[in-house]
């Protein structure tokens, strides 16, 4: 089945940097999109970036937009999200998900992403 293990959280200052990685298994993962989102305490989940199967097309959240970077190595089934000037508004769980399809697909609430791992948090201090 379907498994997605996030790592790389941390806790940073502002404006510091972190690496989050995803591996995935149990399906082709150079068909699929990927998505990451987060979830703030008391928050629900947000949707932050997301990439096509082939990395043709990237979409971010505006909040990130210039200082979030997603990524991902087909062959090495691993998605990445580089975090960079983090915020204390960063701080979140973050999780990663597979899109149903080669591209991601926005819906009113975010993608049709499924978040399957245990996330990573990530925290921000000031």
């Known amino acids: 089945q379907v498994q997605l293990v996030e790592s790389g959280g941390g806790l940073v200052q502002v404006g510091g940097s972190l690496r989050l990685s995803c591996a995935a298994s149990?399906?082709?993962?150079?068909?699929?999109?990927m998505s990451w989102a987060r979830q703030a305490p008391g928050q629900g989940l947000e949707w932050v970036a997301g990439?096509?199967?082939?990395?043709?097309?990237?979409y971010y959240r505006d909040s990130v937009k210039g200082r979030f970077t997603i990524s991902r190595d087909n062959a090495k089934n691993t998605l990445f999200l580089q975090m960079n000037n983090l915020k204390p508004e960063d701080t979140a769980l973050y999780f990663c998900?597979?899109?149903?399809?080669?591209?991601?697909?926005?819906?009113?609430?975010?993608?049709?992403?499924?978040?399957r791992g245990q996330g990573t948090q990530v925290t921000v201090s000031s």
């Open positions: 998900g597979k899109e149903p399809t080669h591209r991601v697909i926005f819906v009113s609430e975010g993608t049709r992403a499924e978040y």
């Open positions: 149990g399906f082709t993962f150079s068909n699929y999109a």
């Open positions: 990439i096509y199967s082939d990395s043709s097309d990237i």
